[in-house]
């Protein structure tokens, strides 16, 4: 587990409610996702990047060939999802557990007494009734977010999504093939520097981790899925805002599950997972307020 990154679901004990407690999701009317066709091809995967993280398995650069494949411009989003539920009846597995992980930063002071955190990565909170619906547990809904990602979902509720909507996850090596965006090796899917002409091409954290962000990007949590403008491939938000899990273990033989892109809570300082080649992993049956996904398709 990476500091920032998120904790596994068994990490802590947490009591859940018997019944979900949340609000109807307000409905954003159908929204069609937009896949990109992508043609395939080989590119440089990885990085030998001495600032990176080697020991996440970041290296060494090698070369992968990739089938023409198609993957979402942007991450599923509530409506998506809203409509998934509403079709299915389908129960996320933070509201089957009851509870999910969510940044204390973004408690109420009641609720962050209350709910158990982890030793060394104290900004984890195990809250009591946090679930996609409500991403910061009793009192929280999806107002204003519709068209954010949804969080707080498993790797087995992405791929339960999935098989609903006729698609699949991405593996590792296609998502990160789409997320370069046609560049060879560079740091980030839109080049090298972090804010090209100070301008801020993603959402992460600014100021001091973890107790205070300036949202100098214009976020202090998730932002809308379309927010900065995309990759060379059209591709919205593989960096930060929220971690893309993929269909790949961790490494064989894992249980974990591979994510990718970084979320809102990376900082510069220790965590720079929104390089375009870092990764990170978690139990299939985790979830985290800063942890969602996209599809891919195979022609
Ligand atoms: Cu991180």
């Known amino acids: 587990m990476s500091a920032c990154c998120g904790p596994s679901r068994d990490a802590v004990s947490v009591t859940g409610p018997a019944e979900p407690t949340g609000e109807p999701v307000p409905s954003a009317g159908a929204s069609s996702p937009r896949m990109i066709a992508l043609p395939g091809g080989t590119f440089r995967m990885g990085t030998d990047d001495a600032s990176g993280f080697a020991e996440d398995g970041e290296g060494p650069v090698r070369e992968v060939t990739i089938e023409p494949f198609a993957i979402d411009a942007h991450c599923v989003s509530n409506a998506r999802f809203a409509e998934f539920i509403e079709a299915s009846g389908y129960r996320t597995e933070a509201e089957q557990f009851g509870w999910s992980y969510v940044f204390g930063g973004f408690l109420p002071g009641s609720l962050r007494k209350i709910s158990p955190r982890l030793p060394e990565v104290p900004w984890w ?11 910061e547990g009793p009192g929280s809904d999806l107002a204003g977010r519709t068209d954010h990602p949804v969080v707080h979902v498993t790797w087995n509720d992405a791929k339960a999504f999935c098989r609903w909507a006729g698609t699949r996850l ?30 801020h091409r993603c959402n992460i954290w600014q100021g001091r981790f973890p107790t205070h962000n300036t949202a100098e990007d214009g976020y202090r949590g998730t932002a809308p899925v ?38 809102y809570l990376c900082h510069e300082s220790y965590c720079n997972r929104y390089r375009v080649a870092a990764r990170t992993h978690n139990t299939p049956d985790s979830s985290t307020g800063n942890l969602g996904f996209r599809c891919a398709a195979s022609p």
């Open 170 to 199: 991405p593996t590792e090596a296609e998502w990160e093939y789409a997320a370069r965006g046609g560049l060879d090796q560079a740091r980030y899917p839109w080049g090298d520097e972090l804010t090209p002409g100070g301008e």
């Open 125 to 135: 909170c195990g809250v009591s009734g946090a679930s996609w619906r409500q991403p």
């Open 226 to 263: 379309d927010a900065f403008p995309p990759n060379g491939f059209g591709l919205y938000n593989v960096a930060g805002n929220v971690w893309e899990w993929c269909a790949d273990r961790w490494s064989p033989g894992s249980p974990a599950r591979a994510m990718r892109g970084g979320s």
